[in-house]
């Protein structure tokens, strides 16, 4: 793994993008490097777009990500992937979660869910890996899971060694919800990662 | 030394624990609300979620007033409800240590406006300490009980969201514990009237100046020289934004009240040119300039918003950054699925009503597709509101009702309606009581019947205290009852006298239990769109077709009620 690393997660309120979080700093402190980690959300969470910053350096100054600076951008659904693009690095990789949730303009019919979203990606020229997390998350025992599969799928593409990823993990995903969460890890870690 | 990642809210409970706080009191409020439940985790502090945030200062200081050191914590605008306490308590001054902790909200993510509490230390002669990350924040508690113990004063510490919602790593040491200090009665510092409060503010004086003096040699505040071309004056989060954005030199002031001014004019004495970067108010810089300190930034950096490291260098060099693509449809917060409160705007909005509104999650009420929010100003408002709109306009006809969450009536709603009904109003007052405070994401208050730590405590009987407050029509309606909520306001509204529905449900996030199947369209759909109306987050119209999602659905049924085909059915399990 490199040792300066932009990670931005986006998503949609309760998918469990802290959490998230909260494991690769816990890898940070396992590779003896600085970490920050920044949420930012409006109004709490209730299922409005919500991102974490996660940087991880020798020193880490400003909590929050430079647009434009992102290595990687995690996102848990693909509207959110669209909407947070301009983060990432020509050179970033963007790997998202393959699930789609409307959000209430397009519920109630005033905006369109746009359509194609990875082929538009691929076309800006976006390095994007896609996984069915969802699928995944079910197939451990539990939805709310999904974002641990894609954090497994994540640090397997870091570089991670597995032992690492469980490691890191075990340590912050709380002692009641392991089990689940431990099936989830390493469903992501060995699941087939499609290109665009 | 254990080194842990840590919240900087949870650093400001670890540094509280630490100091050896014995009691701390807080109502909730974003960013400053995880402070008080972390603080709860630790068992040798008392933590409690008080009603507000003047409750918890109060709370804090009498505990302080005993020989412990405590500690309230608030979001800006508490604040403001808190403002007569604090002001008085600089006054009396302390027994043990008080720090009050205070998150403001450049941007207000989740506030209703950007006030700078800077300005409420100077007005109160109460110091301020800024951390500007994790680690800071539970240090600079520990240095503010020192403080407040040998300058015998309350103590702020200021956070913004930046600081308070990013984590880092804290170096983290044991807690000392400390003995209380014995209570010896002393009315001439204790009682605050005016024969003892004179010769308190004398007092009040004497100690700003030796506050004054002595944070010129703070080791607290630093400088970093770089670039001696520009020189830049910052604090907190925006130290790091400085520091990664520039190469100038910098001067980083963790007292942000009273500010070391003599020591910031050295600091210009050998840089070329001096900006103050802040966000919010020209607080700094004003105070640089009235001693005479050539300054310039609040036009460069303005007065809204947070500040970033892209900000900074745009303002400062021109270089920018990516933009966002602002064509895409927006994912604003919006009501769970399951929400007790949509059937009541769906309700409202039919009914054509004017609605005093307050804060909370019900707020999102005023968003389409529901909109049926008119009014709201801050917690407590909408009754007193509604009050002062009906003794305005009558005898015209009655039309506005308010509306207000539990958490919040319990806040400051109550006092509004003994006030409405001793005046003889005629509003209408709806409480959506979802059993917790929802909004800043689930802390009990009196009527969970629970406390902060989950166990069982009194449940305030909100009906029998309306009635004890003199209001004779009192209703209790379910929330995903579409038809008696109907009813029950438009019954309300055509009496002349002031009544109160209590519209109850627990809150969808909250359910115990098994997750409800759900419920699913049918064949019957016409595909009408009258479902939609409630704009539930489990319902979408794919291209045409009315779908539900089952995974978020919880089978509240108020979509099924106002179905007109039957179309909308249970999944069996
Ligand atoms: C003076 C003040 N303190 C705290 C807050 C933060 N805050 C906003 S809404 C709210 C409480 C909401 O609870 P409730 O009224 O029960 O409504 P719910 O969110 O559960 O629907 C709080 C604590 C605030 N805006 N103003």
């Known amino acids: 793994m490199e040792n300066n690393l932009n990670i931005l997660i986006a998503g949609v309120g309760g998918q469990g993008t802290l959490l998230a979080s909260r494991i690769l700093g816990s890898l940070a402190s396992e590779m003896g490097l600085d970490c920050k980690v920044s949420e930012i959300h409006g109004m709490s969470q209730r299922g409005g777009s919500v991102t974490t910053h996660v940087r991880i350096s020798k020193e880490v100054l400003s909590p929050v990500i430079t647009e434009g600076e992102a290595d990687y951008l995690l996102a848990f659904e693909k509207l959110e992937a669209f909407r947070y693009r301009h983060y990432l690095k020509k050179s970033g990789l963007l790997i998202c979660n393959d699930q789609e949730l409307m959000p209430v303009p397009v519920i109630i019919g005033v905006a369109k869910y746009p359509e194609n979203i990875f082929e538009k990606l691929k076309a800006e020229g976006f390095n994007v890996k896609i996984i069915s997390a969802l699928a995944l998350a079910k197939e451990a025992g539990s939805i709310k899971t999904v974002n641990v599969v894609i954090l497994g799928a994540v640090m397997k593409i870091m570089g991670v060694d597995y032992k690492t990823a469980v490691r890191v993990a075990e340590a912050v995903v709380p002692k009641k919800l392991w089990e689940v969460n431990k099936k989830a890890l390493e469903l992501g870690y060995q699941c087939t990662i499609k290109s665009v | ?573």
Request: with cysteine; charged share 25%; hydrophobic share 40%.
């Open chain 2, 1 to 573: 030394m254990e080194k842990r990642l840590m919240l900087g809210n949870e650093a400001i409970a670890r540094g509280a624990w630490e100091a050896g706080v014995r009691v701390v009191s807080a109502y909730p409020g974003t960013p400053s609300t995880e402070i008080t439940k972390y603080a709860s985790e630790y068992k040798e502090m008392y933590a409690e979620w008080a009603v507000n945030e003047k409750v918890s200062a109060e709370v804090a200081i009498g505990a302080c007033y005993a020989g412990a050191r405590a500690m309230c914590c608030m979001k800006h605008v508490g604040v403001n409800v808190a403002a007569d306490p604090f002001f008085t308590a600089s006054y009396t001054g302390v027994n043990g240590g008080l720090v009050i902790i205070v998150a403001d909200e450049p941007a207000m993510h989740s506030s209703q406006n950007e006030q700078d509490s800077r300005y409420y230390a100077k007005s109160a002669h109460i110091p301020m300490l800024e951390p500007s990350n994790a680690h800071e924040c539970k240090e600079f508690v520990k240095i503010a009980f020192k403080m407040s113990e040998e300058y015998d004063t309350p103590v702020f510490v200021r956070l913004t969201t930046r600081t308070a919602h990013s984590q880092g790593f804290v170096n983290i040491t044991d807690r000392e514990e400390l003995p209380l200090k014995p209570y010896v009665k002393d009315p001439k510092k204790y009682v605050m009237m005016p024969l003892m409060a004179r010769g308190r503010h004398i007092e009040v004086e004497k100690r700003e100046i030796r506050l004054e003096k002595d944070v010129e040699n703070s080791p607290l505040n630093t400088v970093e020289f770089r670039d001696k071309k520009v020189g830049i004056v910052c604090s907190g989060a925006v130290y790091q934004y400085v520091k990664e954005a520039t190469n100038a030199s910098i001067c980083k002031l963790a007292n942000v009240y009273p500010i070391p001014v003599g020591f910031v004019k050295k600091f210009a004495s050998e840089v070329s040119e001096l900006i103050v970067c802040e966000e919010l108010e020209p607080f700094i810089e004003e105070t640089l300039k009235v001693h005479g300190i050539k300054c310039h930034g609040k036009e460069i950096f303005g007065k809204q918003g947070e500040l970033s490291v892209a900000s900074i260098r745009n303002k400062l060099y021109g270089i920018t950054v990516p933009n966002a693509d602002l064509t895409l449809p927006q994912r604003p917060p919006v009501m769970c699925a399951g929400c007790s409160h949509r059937s009541v705007f769906y309700i409202l909005k039919k009914l054509k009503v004017v609605v005093s509104g307050d804060i909370g999650c019900y707020t999102m009420g005023a968003l389409p597709p529901l909109e049926a929010m008119d009014l709201c100003l801050c917690m407590g408002g909408a009754i007193t509101m509604a009050h002062g709109y009906d003794k305005a306009r009558s005898p015209h006809t009655k039309n506005m009702v308010s509306v207000m969450g539990d958490s919040t009536f319990v806040h400051s709603g109550i006092t509004g309606l003994i006030n409405a009904v001793y005046n003889k109003g005629i509003s209408t007052h709806l409480i959506l009581d979802n059993a917790i405070t929802g909004m800043t994401g689930h802390q009990e208050n009196p009527a969970s019947g629970k406390t902060i730590i989950g166990e069982e405590t009194h449940l305030l009987d909100l009906e029998l205290l309306c009635k004890a407050i003199g209001v004779k029509r009192v209703q209790v309606v379910d929330a995903f009852d579409l038809k008696a909520i109907q009813t029950a306001v438009k019954e309300e509204m055509a009496k002349d006298e002031v009544s109160v529905i209590i519209i109850r449900r627990p809150c969808a996030l909250m359910l115990k239990g098994a997750k409800p199947n759900g419920m699913k369209i049918n064949e019957k759909c016409k595909n009408c769109k009258a479902c939609m109306a409630i704009g539930c987050p489990a319902i979408s119209n794919n291209n045409g077709k009315i779908k539900i999602n089952s995974e978020q659905c919880t089978a509240c049924k108020v979509c099924a009620g106002l179905c007109g085909f039957n179309a909308i059915e249970e999944i069996k399990s």
